[in-house]
């Protein structure tokens, strides 16, 4: 075939989602539970927005947002990530406001076009989180700890790692990214390529950078933990004391600097084992700032967002095993297929899931079928039960057999799967 999907994107296939349903399904309920109420937010925005909100300097503003110009001449990108637009609807709608304290989730895909590998995709799916209008360190305690009893609701607890850091206010992180500029200067020339334009364009990116000699080069950097301002401190220390109450365990990672600039204060990566070099199963951190950069008022806010194809990789596939009709048709002769037809529908009408195959195969192949197919019951509908007006139900895992008339059917059914086999 020529035509093949794009590098990069996936197809989920019938036998993969039931793992991305019960994904939702486990995350919905958690995050309804902590009071979270879902948004669905268009894929496409104005490229100004991801400009604005994500910061020119980044990985993602640079290089990996899927841009274009419309037909009408306006340049639009498809999102590579969920805060940006979440404030923009919060704003656009009047939260400000009218609610400014809110609390939502949204999941869907996001596209970036990073180098694909193992948990790396262009386009990838986030459950992520926005929880606006509180500026108190219970906020961040509540995020952080909603965060950990996600994962844990997944049973994924004994393989994960959060880290902490804080970035201070905008004029701490603006003094910090001159001090570090400084320090930078006097290693350009043994740093990478990568790196000496990172000091000029954005130098706390350097100490990020994956390289080895980066690393050690820059092991004694000035810390930002060290340089945040005693209010700013005040509210880490904060976060820490409540998450140490709850018997939360992390660890602070003063040279963890995340790939988006609308950060501030608190930032977090939650890391797991087993996922290779993109082991940030989700991150997040407080926006404080974005809500006015984006034209609003002053909005203090925080979130994070989960990737789920790496979730799905932690995850165990029998967690969420395919779904199985309760019963199988097995007819003989054109008559017998169209009320089995008609009995299916109200079947599924009553929420009853049954199997059918639509060509006329021999009864033995049906039968055959009808065992494989993983049903609990057999519904055979032949000459004899055509005459009756009846239908045989065989019990497939006990092989017993027994008559019913058609129009008990539904409630002998109902009454046998309330009982186990
Ligand atoms: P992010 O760190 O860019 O943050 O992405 C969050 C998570 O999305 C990552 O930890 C990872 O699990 C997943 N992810 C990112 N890129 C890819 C990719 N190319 N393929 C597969 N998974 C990926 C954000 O997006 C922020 N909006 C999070 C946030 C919400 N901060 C505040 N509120």
């Known amino acids: 075939m020529e035509l093949k999907k794009l590098k990069g994107f996936r197809d989920l296939l019938p036998d993969e989602t039931p793992l991305w349903q019960y994904m939702e399904a486990k995350a919905r309920r958690v995050l309804e539970a902590f009071g979270y109420r879902e948004v669905r937010l268009p894929l496409l925005e104005d490229t100004a927005l991801f400009r604005r909100s994500i910061g020119e300097a980044t990985d993602i503003v640079e290089?990996?947002?899927?841009?274009?110009?419309?037909?009408?001449?306006?340049?639009?990108?498809?999102?590579?990530?969920?805060?940006?637009?979440?404030?923009?609807?919060?704003?656009e709608n009047g939260f400000a406001r009218s609610a400014p304290k809110a609390r939502w989730y949204y999941l869907g895909p996001m596209f970036r076009r990073e180098r694909p590998q193992k948990g790396r995709l262009r386009q990838f799916h986030q459950i992520?989180?926005?929880?606006?209008?509180?500026?108190?360190?219970?906020?961040?305690?509540?995020?952080?700890?909603?965060?950990?009893?996600?994962?844990?609701?997944?049973?994924?607890?004994?393989?994960?790692?959060?880290?902490?850091?804080?970035?201070?206010?905008?004029?701490?992180?603006?003094?910090?990214?001159?001090?570090?500029?400084?320090?930078?200067?006097?290693?350009?020339?043994?740093?990478?390529?990568?790196?000496?334009?990172?000091?000029?364009t954005n130098p706390l990116r350097v100490l990020d950078c994956k390289k080895e000699r980066c690393r050690q080069l820059t092991s004694d950097a000035?810390?930002?933990?060290?340089?945040?301002?005693?209010?700013?401190?005040?509210?880490?220390?904060?976060?820490?004391?409540?998450?140490?109450?709850?018997?939360?365990?992390?660890?602070?990672?003063?040279?963890?600097?995340?790939?988006?600039?609308?950060?501030?204060?608190?930032?977090?990566?939650?890391?797991?084992?087993?996922?290779?070099?993109?082991?940030?199963?989700?991150?997040?951190?407080?926006?404080?700032?974005?809500?006015e950069a984006l034209g609003g008022p002053p909005v203090p806010a925080l979130?994070?967002?989960?990737?789920?194809?790496?979730?799905?990789?932690?995850?165990?596939?029998?967690?969420?095993?395919?779904?199985?009709?309760?019963?199988?048709?097995?007819t003989r002769g054109p008559e017998a297929a169209a009320r089995a037809l008609a009995l299916r529908r109200e079947l599924a009408a009553r929420g009853m899931g049954s199997a059918m195959d639509l060509a006329a195969r021999s009864f033995k192949a049906q039968m055959r079928a009808a065992d494989r197919s993983g049903a609990r019951f057999a519904l055979i509908l032949a000459e004899d039960e055509m005459a009756s007006g009846t239908v045989t139900v065989k019990d497939l895992s006990t092989g017993n057999q027994e008559t019913v008339a058609v129009g008990e059917l539904i409630s002998y059914l109902m009454g046998r799967i309330a009982t186990p086999s």
């Open 63 to 91: 290089k990996e947002m899927y841009t274009f110009v419309d037909t009408g001449g306006n340049s639009v990108t498809l999102r590579p990530e969920g805060t940006a637009s979440a404030v923009r609807a919060y704003l």
């Open 128 to 200: 992520g989180v926005e929880c606006f209008g509180w500026a108190e360190a219970e906020a961040d305690a509540e995020v952080l700890t909603l965060l950990w009893d996600l994962f844990a609701a997944f049973g994924l607890s004994d393989r994960l790692r959060l880290e902490i850091n804080t970035l201070g206010c905008s004029a701490d992180r603006a003094a910090y990214v001159q001090t570090l500029r400084a320090h930078l200067q006097g290693l350009r020339s043994d740093l990478c390529p990568d790196c000496q334009r990172r000091i000029d």
């Open 222 to 291: 000035p810390r930002i933990t060290e340089a945040v301002c005693p209010k700013c401190s005040e509210h880490f220390a904060r976060v820490r004391e409540i998450l140490d109450g709850v018997g939360l365990a992390y660890r602070v990672n003063p040279r963890m600097v995340r790939g988006l600039d609308y950060y501030n204060r608190t930032t977090f990566e939650l890391l797991a084992e087993g996922l290779g070099a993109q082991n940030a199963v989700a991150a997040g951190g407080r926006y404080d700032g974005l809500a």
């Open 303 to 330: 979130g994070f967002a989960l990737g789920m194809e790496r979730l799905g990789l932690l995850l165990d596939p029998e967690a969420a095993p395919a779904p199985v009709p309760t019963a199988y048709w097995v």
